[in-house]
Structures are given as structure tokens and as C-alpha cells.
């Protein structure tokens, strides 16, 4: 199994701001899944953060909206950019071991 | 494209009752198929995870099955619990081929009440 940090786990931001979502994994990972889960709505998934690579982007989601960064084999970071209300969701980070997902705790962010 | 849909949206059961949750996916050629639990505003707990040669896994109160070939999964949980209440979300992995894997596409999810 795989433990995942996920911080912050919760935060109110005004528009037009950035939030940078911090995920640490406990083990050493090839590939991290970034997901966002808007209200009341399933898991969509944003990008894939390889180790030393340029991630890659769902359709949809643009790197200039949704900039991340993959220093090393444990650590990555998510961050949104210039918000707005619509980027009101939880967003989660997301490790395979072996053959199963675990996911962390998700950030939860309100725009305002 | 794979599509994921989850069959009730919603369900409210009296405590004891066993039930089931229905999973189904438009393309066979998945990888594996995972089924999560979703307490509100929280991350997702892994329940099971059933292998594309496997046709089900237990643990506990929950049994789930895997019909590949009709892109068919069943969540059963025996015996509930107010303790189950949460939203229940299925999930299911590309195929391992090329840059695919790990991806995951999920369905909407059933919120499942259970009542004391």
C-alpha cells in the first residue's frame, strides 16, 4: 500500500489568486494522478506527473491553468491558477501500487 | 472512450438490509476495476480491487463481482450498517498498454443512506 499526504486539506481563496496543493507519497512512485471532483460530481482526471518530465494533460486542462511540478520520485505539486469561483472542487492526488489506486485525503477549495 | 455508469444514484436502506450497487463500462478492455468508498467533503478509501482475470473479491461484508465481457461489476454489501453511509464510487483501469496505465475513469457514484 501507499500512504499519501496531501496539504493544504481545506482553503478559501479569493479570485484571481493562486493555490499551490502540495501531495508526498510514502514510497517511491513513477507516475502521480492529479484528479478534480467538482460539486457533486465524480472524479475527473486533470493530468500525469512523471519524474523529470513535462506532465500530461487531460483534455480540457491546460498547464498554464493547472501548473505542476515533479521535483522527485515522492513529491509533486498541483497548482491552480488565477481562480475563480468555478474552481470551486476537491481536488486529489493519486498513487498506483502494484496494481491498486490510493488516493489522498483531497483539498478542499472554495473560491470566493 | 470509456464510459463509467453507476446504477442507483442514490439509495436509502433501513439498517440489517443487504444491497447492491451496480457498476457498468462501455469498454471491456480494462485493466482492473476498483471499487471506493467516499465519506463527504474526504479522499477516497479503497474497499476492493478485482483484477481483469478475477470474477470477484471479498472482504468482509463486501463482495464484488466482475462480469468483463458484458462490462458488468456488483457491489453487495451484507448486513448494513449506519456506518455505511457514504457515497460508493467505481472505477476502472485502461488497459496496462502503453501510456494508459493508471489512469482511472469513474462513475457518478451511488450515495448510499443507511437508516438506524
Known amino acids: 500500500s501507499a500512504v499519501i499526504s496531501q496539504k493544504p486539506s481545506r482553503d478559501i481563496c479569493q479570485r484571481g489568486t493562486s493555490l499551490t496543493i502540495q501531495c508526498q507519497v510514502d514510497s517511491q512512485v513513477t507516475m502521480m494522478f492529479w484528479y478534480r471532483q467538482q460539486p457533486g460530481q465524480s472524479l475527473t482526471l486533470i493530468a500525469t506527473?512523471?519524474?523529470?518530465?513535462?506532465?500530461?494533460?487531460e483534455s480540457g486542462f491546460v498547464i498554464d491553468k493547472f501548473p505542476i511540478s515533479r521535483p522527485n520520485l515522492t513529491f509533486s505539486t498541483l497548482t491552480v491558477s488565477n481562480m475563480s469561483p468555478e474552481d470551486s472542487s476537491i481536488y486529489l492526488c493519486s498513487v498506483i501500487g502494484r496494481t491498486e489506486a490510493f488516493f489522498g485525503q483531497g483539498t478542499r477549495l472554495t473560491v470566493v | 472512450k470509456q464510459e463509467v455508469t453507476q446504477i442507483p444514484a442514490a439509495l436509502s436502506v433501513p439498517e440489517g438490509e443487504n444491497l447492491v450497487l451496480n457498476c457498468s463500462f462501455t469498454?471491456?478492455?480494462?485493466?482492473?476495476l476498483q471499487w471506493f468508498r467516499q465519506d463527504p467533503g474526504k479522499g477516497l478509501t479503497s474497499l476492493l480491487l478485482i483484477q481483469s482475470s478475477q470474477r470477484e473479491q471479498t472482504s468482509g461484508r463486501l463482495n464484488a463481482s466482475l462480469d468483463k465481457s458484458s462490462g458488468r461489476s456488483t457491489l453487495y454489501i451484507a448486513a448494513s450498517q449506519p456506518g455505511d453511509s457514504a457515497t460508493y464510487l467505481c472505477a476502472v483501469f485502461l488497459d496496462a498498454g502503453g501510456t494508459s496505465y493508471g489512469k482511472l475513469t469513474f462513475g457518478q457514484g451511488t450515495i448510499l443512506t443507511v437508516h438506524p
Open positions: 469498454d471491456s478492455a480494462i485493466y482492473n
Open positions: 506527473a512523471n519524474q523529470g518530465s513535462e506532465a500530461t494533460y
